[in-house]
């Protein structure tokens, strides 16, 4: 009898965190970086059709294609990884529609709504603001990694780097003249982008705390932890604030842990829409 999805993969899961960190760190990385373009794609992904302009939604999906296109390199190259380890090689479907919420690595920020905090039960509508400054602070950091990742000793990651930078490029370019134009727009237009940066500012944190997988990599050779880029990240930040007339929140403490599978209450919806599908008929040919 063929075991059940969810039970293949949780063998797997297992047996690959009873291996030593030292061989599965590569894998967990770029596991990582997958999640990370696969679910922001996806959250961006929910604009298509309700842009506010046509313009705007076509360039939102351009975005979105684009980040959906680096998970699929990445989540092909985990598979090879991890057929490596397990002696089975799983396919780009296996990463995105087959794995529950914890095994998701992806940083917390990538899977909030496109509003701000809520009250109680409160539902607000979406917030244009909040999804280009994401998009900003997002792309401001990925813009100093890919180049980083390029010089990987993993050689399909360097590739896949090279790629992604010229894509993150635009993403930048179209988020920072974005959150400049709104930024030093209206009144409202300023406030809403002013109220975005203070509600995602902190979940940046996340993306800067270096935990033994980043360091194990990192001494491989594989990646440069990301703590490194920080000031460089810190300036692209600041000149584009600045131009913005926006101000930088004071620090935080705060630092989430979507990148140790425990995510915020938004996740579970986002894997819901995303994978029901997919489960719904799975193996189905299209």
Known sequence: MTQPIDARDNALHDAIASLPLARTAPLQYVLRLADNALVL?????????????????????????????????????????????????????DYAYFRNERDFRNWTLQELPHHGALAGTARADRDYAVTIMRNFLYSALMAELWPALEHSSDPQLAAIAAKSEKEVRY????????????????????????????????????????????????????????????????????????????????????????????????????????????????????
């Open 41 to 93: 794609g996806q959250r961006n992904a929910e604009w298509c059709g309700h842009g506010p302009a046509l313009e705007e939604d076509i360039a939102m999906a351009n975005i979105s294609l684009d980040l959906i296109g680096q998970a699929r390199l990445l989540y092909g190259h985990a598979g090879v990884l991890e057929g490596r380890l397990t002696g089975r090689e799983r396919h780009e479907d």
């Open 171 to 286: 993403h930048l370019r179209h988020a920072a003249d974005w959150v400049v134009r709104l930024g030093d727009g209206t009144d409202e237009s300023h406030d809403r982008m002013q109220r975005a940066l203070d509600h995602l500012f902190p979940y940046m944190n996340e993306c800067f705390a270096a935990d033994d997988v980043e360091r194990e990599a990192a001494a491989q050779g594989v990646c440069v932890l990301t703590a490194d880029l920080r000031d460089a990240w810190e300036a692209t930040l600041d000149a584009t604030l600045e131009d913005a007339t926006l101000q930088r929140p004071a620090p935080s403490a705060f630092v989430s842990t979507g990148k140790h599978g425990l995510h915020s209450e938004h996740m579970s919806y986002l894997l819901a829409e995303m994978q029901s599908l997919a489960r719904a008929h799975p193996g189905a040919q299209w």
